[in-house]
């Protein structure tokens, strides 16, 4: 029997691991549980190696990820399958598996939005660091549509985005909203033209990646915990970091070279 495609293709540059959802011919939407697996899987993969700064994920074709499968919804097939507790369960060993992989992922991580991001690919899209869309990019909290839940974290997320009275708004309409709507909102951090998504991500990703791994990993951390941390404990965290940091050859190489090009006597 021959295996089914891959859904994820990855490609390395120098730092910089790019993960495409390579299913265009389905708007790249999740049909079973193996997709979240295999995504998850490559997100741990990138942060598990030392050598890799940052992480970008984006779409193949004329969508991001247009969310899970209708028909399969319509058929009770796929996530849809079978009792409660099964459902349930499936949900826990699989789905569950990708907004986790992110959430501890140390590397920065860009989403490269190069078309609709609905549903399960909305709150994907939300699980990055960064997200940068393309005009013809929208953006739909449609679970409402369906008479289903976010179920996969994104309403955990979004609130921490946008804040609780906009996300409110986007879940209970399920009304999708374009590029600029999704830049006013601070959804995104930037809207480019379709043609320039890439080059623009690129060039934001290879900036990033420019500097001391360690250092990267570390502030990420501290921005992310921040939100769960007392100022005390983020100050403590702070000074060991920093301390590590300070002794670090990385940290050595970058301020020579900084004030090597500031023309300082070291």
């Known amino acids: 029997m021959a295996c089914a495609p891959a859904f994820v293709r990855r490609d390395d540059d120098d730092g910089v691991v790019t993960l495409t959802l390579s299913h265009p011919d389905t708007l790249n939407r999740f049909s079973d549980g193996s997709q979240f697996l295999e995504l998850a899987s490559q997100v741990r993969r990138a942060n598990a190696d030392p050598a890799v700064r940052v992480l970008v994920i984006t779409g193949e074709g004329k969508a991001f990820c247009a969310g899970g499968d ?27 598996q990708l907004p986790a992989a992110l959430a501890e992922t140390d590397i920065p991580t860009i989403a490269a939005v190069n078309g609709p991001a609905y549903g ?4 994907l899209a939300c699980f990055c660091d960064i997200r940068i869309a393309a ?21 955990w997320m979004l609130p921490r985005l946008i804040g609780r009275s906009k996300a409110m708004e986007l879940a209970f309409t399920a009304e999708p909203i374009d590029a600029q709507e999704a830049w006013r909102i601070g959804l995104v951090s930037e809207v480019t033209p379709d043609h320039a998504l890439a080059r623009r991500t690129t060039d934001l990703a290879r900036g990033i990646a420019r500097h001391p791994a360690a250092a990267l990993r570390m502030h990420k951390r501290l921005l992310r915990d921040a939100e769960q941390h007392t100022l005390a404990t983020h100050l403590d965290v702070v000074a060991a970091f920093q301390a590590i940091a300070h002794a670090s050859d990385e940290h050595l190489r970058a301020v020579r070279d900084v004030v090597g090009a500031l023309g300082q006597p070291r």
């Open 70 to 96: 209708l028909r399969q919804m319509a058929e009770r097939e796929g996530f849809s399958a079978g009792d409660v507790a099964e459902v349930q369960a499936r949900y826990r060993e699989t789905v569950h």
């Open 120 to 123: 399960a690919g909305c709150d």
């Open 135 to 155: 005009q013809r990019a929208s953006f739909s909290v449609s679970f409402a549509r369906l008479g289903i839940v976010a179920g996969d974290g994104g309403a």
